[in-house]
């Protein structure tokens, strides 16, 4: 199975500030990489997928990029709403399908 | 708007087994796979497996083979998820989650179904 190692596990932005997630896949996905955002006792919403394609909807200073085995996820001004936790999704190699450990956001 | 509408939570005993449901609208059922995921505290998110609703046929983790079983009712535009010979270890919350046909991305979650199984 492919591993997706996630980082920070957590952080405290202040508002306005740029956020940069980072997932690292145990081998190359080929850019099939999404971003969920999740609030609490809520379920995932797409972000981002195929690596830096925006989902309609989602505001744009999210942002995402990377190739190859590494990617990262971009909030470009760090907003209250923005607080909540993030995951990646691998879906290169399928089954499985796996996630990173996630990220959880917090405003300063 | 696509929308997937999981069952209620559900409070079961070890060794017992619970069915899921997740009733899709907004789209043609059998257009898109489902997907089933498990989230906990420790463990954080993992895939379950996959059914294409058109045909029936079925994906699975490793982990799950055994655990769960993946079934639709095409009438109903309804998946369905088994959880069998329960034990503390699968007090989770299920998702359900459709595949997109486009991209490696599930594009579309249910609001989710607390499981806790406690004698």
């Known amino acids: 199975d492919i591993q997706m190692t996630q980082s920070p596990a957590s952080l405290s932005a202040s508002l306005g500030e740029t956020v940069t997630i980072e997932c690292l896949a145990s081998e190359d996905i080929y850019s099939n990489l999404a971003w969920y955002q999740q609030k609490p006792g809520k379920s995932p919403q797409l972000l981002i997928y195929?690596?830096?394609r925006l989902q309609d909807g989602v505001p744009s200073r999210f942002s995402g990029s990377g190739s190859g085995t590494q990617y990262s996820l971009k909030i470009s001004g760090m907003q209250p709403e923005d607080e909540g936790d993030y995951f990646c999704l691998q879906g290169s190699k399928f089954p499985p399908w796996t996630f990173g450990g996630g990220t959880k956001l917090e405003l300063k | 708007q696509v929308q997937l509408q999981q069952s209620g939570a559900e409070l079961v005993k070890p060794g017992t087994s619970v069915k899921l449901s997740c009733k899709a609208s907004?789209?043609?059922?059998?257009?898109?796979?489902m997907n089933w995921i498990k989230q906990t505290t420790g463990q954080g998110l993992e895939w379950i497996g996959i059914?294409?609703?058109?045909?029936?046929?079925?994906s699975y983790n490793v982990k799950f083979k055994g655990k769960a079983t993946l079934t639709v009712d095409k009438s109903s535009s309804t998946a369905f998820m088994q959880l069998s010979s329960l034990t503390p270890e699968d007090s989770a919350v299920y998702y359900c989650?459709?595949?997109?046909?486009?991209?490696?991305?599930?594009?579309?979650w249910g609001q989710g179904a607390s499981v806790t199984v406690s004698s």
């Open positions: 195929a690596a830096n």
């Open positions: 059914i294409n609703p058109g045909s029936g046929g079925t």
């Open positions: 907004g789209y043609t059922f059998t257009s898109n796979h």
């Open positions: 989650a459709r595949s997109n046909n486009y991209y490696y991305v599930m594009d579309a």
